[in-house]
């Protein structure tokens, strides 16, 4: 008979004991988790990236229903524990429901420690732990306006990024006089400041809150020094507390956290814990690694191998911003008996310190450069020592031994316990031991089996190298990646054969390309749906149901399931009866929100479903068409007011930037394309950003192209200077036809020209006149059949079963 295993508490240190478990092969236990919050298992550590619309809650799931379905794992979401009857051993939760175990796991973690200041309590004040905390900020972020975070440690600076992101003006209040003390020196932490005021934070340091203002709603932060800071949105960010309450009511021991043995046992034989609520060795983690350090130490002990010992951990630290390198380990304080090694390179924002200590590293902060970060690691952990590679440590494992080593001897010199993904918890022998036994052959592969990589991604490289270790030449890094699992045909392929074959529509590509499924999948039938309407305009018929639901129904669905409304503003432009349209339409169907948004249009948020055919007729009727803003396709043209208002301008920035929406509007791209026209150098409109940019000067315009500001950050490149604006529809045409007929799905125009060369898309487009003239022919051909309004076509009875409710069907009893 199976024994009882019951868990308290659904994250991540949960979890991965659970994975650690059943990897092992064990099935000695009926398992019962019990999870407050009303989902499965998804990365914390990840919440930053969600906040700052980086990634969505489906991209860290770390846990589906499936997989607890898969392992017989009965998942009970939404229950919150309230007792543990020891005597009995028994827990019963809030309703009174009682659940027996034989082995229990408290994995309670921790809660938010929230200031006692007067108005802590105001709506406003919102803590960064889970996702609801992010809701409640992307709510705010929404509304717009000014964001205080107090705390400039690690979590407070992701939310102000994620924030910062999302528009918000954000001010992080610190009370200490560096940011991230506990993990950085002070010279790390100057540059991080000034990293994070470079991209509009603004950072107050030794800033003390002494009152949160406002009557209901938040208002205003008061500070010790009598300034006053206005805000509305407060996020507190300044640490956690293990959650011990449940332990301590129990009757078991604890401290400052629940106390553990190395066996992570408490001072009850039959109840183990794990995670931040744990206490060992005096210490308590809130950090990832740790927490996966126990939970194998717990699956180990469950399995019957009771060797398994938790011994403590050593924690690194990185700052999960976009663009920002940082990671530290170790002790860096300074002290009598220690030195440090240190590396600056000013131009190019890099700091390294070493603190050595008997010759053995015992600290180091990174910044700037963190590629060493690994093997820094495993000197500190080994404690090696560093006496005959002192004078060139500080530049990194390649440079030891005189000549640059070779990357893959020192990934082959790592130790099986080496860890690879500081995110996920995943060491080297599990990813050689994934490849090997089952069969592993791709980065995505080891994603999905291990999850290294899965996380920030800064590992990446890591995996490829272990992948390339363990299987020699089979291993091709650049090797075509299937576009999906209905076929082993890449992207490409696929482009090519549609043209070569003549195929035009789905079911042919499918049948003649020898598809390994029926009907596809969501991966490939949007894919193939666009590169039949870009490669046969006129001819191939849009396959509406091979769409995303907001492509489908021309409106970005929100996350209570209402949609936004953003009608099309050329060039930025818009008149007093626009607005009015605008502000009736809002009036008339109870629309919560009216946001503007960075594109220069506005945005009407919290549209009913079955209110979308008369909102979009309200518009219509105004002479507002869709902004398309759900699209793989043209989004907007950014403009700046031009010669015609600036005395900067150059050229009539705004006329050409409507002349080209007006252009492109309606063209399908593979992934969303944004434009930007600036009057003058100066660059107001930030089209040097942009996936397409002109910047007027004097003597004409200069084009720019492959620009980015989203989940990568990465300026444009030159493609020609023009006289003309006539010459600037044609390169601008031209470059978007040649990115349609060569473009990936979902691949935007960045990486699109990376793959193929920034130079040969110069070489076609600016060098090859000829060319050049036929793309923009062609380009102009297709939008003969694309600038339709979609809004008209569903006012005008298309597809109205998209909007029909659904008709209820009475019940009948069985017989």
């Known amino acids: 008979m199976k024994k009882k295993l019951v868990v308290i508490g659904n994250g991540m240190a949960a979890g991965h004991m659970l994975e650690e478990l059943f990897d092992r092969g064990n099935t000695d236990y009926d398992v019962t988790i019990f999870g407050k919050e009303p989902r499965v298992n998804y990365n914390r550590m990840m ?18 229903e499936e997989w607890y379905k898969t392992n017989n794992v009965d998942l009970r979401t939404g229950v919150n524990i309230s007792k543990i009857d020891r005597e009995n051993k028994k827990v019963i939760d809030d309703d009174g429901n009682e659940t027996s175990y034989d082995k229990l796991l408290i994995a309670t973690g921790s809660y938010p420690f929230i200031i006692p200041v007067v108005g802590h309590k105001l709506k406003g004040v919102v803590s960064f732990r889970d996702l609801d905390d992010v809701d409640l900020m992307q709510e705010a972020a929404n509304r717009g306006g000014k964001a205080i975070v107090i705390g400039g440690g690690l979590l407070g600076l992701e939310a102000a990024a994620g924030l910062q992101m999302q528009g918000m003006d954000v001010t992080v209040l610190h009370l200490m006089p560096t940011l991230m003390e506990r993990q950085l020196d002070s010279a790390a932490a100057y540059l991080l400041e000034k990293e994070i005021e470079q991209r509009g934070i603004k950072v107050i340091t030794r800033a003390n809150t002494e009152k949160i203002i406002g009557d ?27 959650e011990v309450k449940l332990a301590a009511e129990a009757g078991l021991m604890v401290n400052r956290g629940i106390l553990a043995s190395d066996h992570l046992q408490t001072s009850d034989p039959d109840i183990l814990t794990v995670g931040e609520c744990v206490e060992h060795g005096s210490e308590c983690y809130g950090l990832v ?21 938790y011994t403590g951990s050593v924690t690194s630290t990185k700052l999960k911003v976009t663009g920002i390198d940082l990671f530290s380990i170790g002790d860096f304080a300074e002290d009598e008996g220690r030195e440090g090694i240190i590396l600056r390179d000013a131009a190019g924002g890099i700091y390294k310190r070493l603190i050595l200590e008997d010759n053995k590293l015992v600290g180091a902060v990174l910044y700037g450069e963190t590629g060493d970060s690994t093997w820094f690691t495993q000197l500190l952990r080994e404690g090696t020592d560093i006496s005959e590679m002192r004078e060139t440590v500080i530049f990194g494992q390649n440079f030891q031994g005189g000549p640059p080593l070779d990357p893959m001897a020192a990934v082959a010199a790592l130790p099986d316990e080496a860890e690879i993904c500081g995110c996920n918890g995943v060491c080297k022998g599990k990813i050689v031991s994934a490849i090997k036994e089952k069969g592993l052959s791709s980065v995505d592969d080891v994603r999905v ?16 190298q272990l992948l390339s270790l363990s299987l020699g030449d089979s291993f091709n890094p650049n090797a075509p990646k299937p576009m999906c699992p209905c076929t082993p045909l890449e992207h490409g392929d696929v482009r090519r054969l549609i043209v070569a074959k003549e195929l035009k529509s789905i079911p042919a590509v499918m049948q003649e390309l020898e598809w390994e499924t029926s009907c596809g999948c969501a991966k490939c039938r949007p894919a193939l749906n666009y590169y039949l309407l870009s490669t046969w305009p006129g001819e191939y018929v849009d396959d509406n149901q091979s769409r995303f639901v907001n492509e489908r129904l021309h409106a970005n669905i929100q996350k209570d399931g209402t949609y936004s409304v953003v009608p099309r503003m050329w060039g930025g432009i818009t008149s007093p009866e626009e607005l009015r349209a605008i502000a009736d339409v809002a009036d008339k169907y109870k629309i919560p929100t009216v946001k503007v948004t960075g594109g220069q249009r506005i945005d009407l948020l919290g549209v009913k479903k079955e209110d979308l055919t008369d909102v979009w007729a309200d518009l219509n009727n105004a002479g507002m068409i ?24 150059t050229q009539d920035s705004t006329g050409l930037g409507i002349k080209l929406e007006r252009t492109l509007w309606g063209s399908w791209t593979p992934a969303k394309v944004k434009l930007a026209v600036s009057g003058c150098p100066r ?22 192209f492959g620009g980015a500001a989203g989940l990568d950050i990465k300026g444009t490149e030159i493609l020609c200077n023009v006289t003309t604006e006539d010459e ?20 935007r125009i960045y990486k699109w020209a990376k793959r193929v060369g920034f130079d040969r898309v110069r070489e076609v487009i600016v060098d090859d006149e000829e060319q050049r003239k036929t793309l923009s022919k062609r380009f102009y051909h297709a939008q003969q059949f694309l600038q339709i309004d979609p809004w008209k076509e569903f006012v005008d009875g298309k597809d109205a079963h998209e909007f029909a409710p659904i008709k209820p069907i009475p019940l009948e009893a069985a017989q």
Request: proline fraction near 2%; charge should be negative; charged fraction near 25%.
């Open 47 to 64: 919440l930053s990236p969600v906040l700052s619309g980086e990634k969505k809650y489906e991209e860290i799931i770390i846990h589906d």
């Open 216 to 242: 209901e709603h938040v208002e205003a932060i008061r500070l010790d020094d009598g300034r006053e800071l206005e805000a509305d949105l407060v996020v507190m960010a300044v640490g956690i507390r293990p």
């Open 289 to 309: 690694a740790p927490l996966y350090e126990m939970a194998k130490v717990i699956a180990a002990n469950l399995d019957g191998d009771m060797s398994a010992k």
């Open 449 to 464: 089996h291990t999850k290294a990589s899965a996380s920030c991604g800064t590992c990446t490289n890591l995996v490829e």
């Open 626 to 649: 869709s902004g398309h803003a759900y699209a793989k396709g043209l989004r907007t043209v950014k403009t700046c007011v031009g010669k015609d208002w600036c005395r900067f301008g």
């Open 683 to 704: 660059n107001c409109s930030e089209a040097t950003c942009k996936d397409v940019g002109v910047i007027c000067v004097d003597s004409g315009y200069e084009l720019h």
């Open 728 to 747: 600037v529809m044609e390169y601008t045409t031209a470059l978007i036809q040649l990115y349609r007929e060569e473009g990936y799905y979902l691949e």
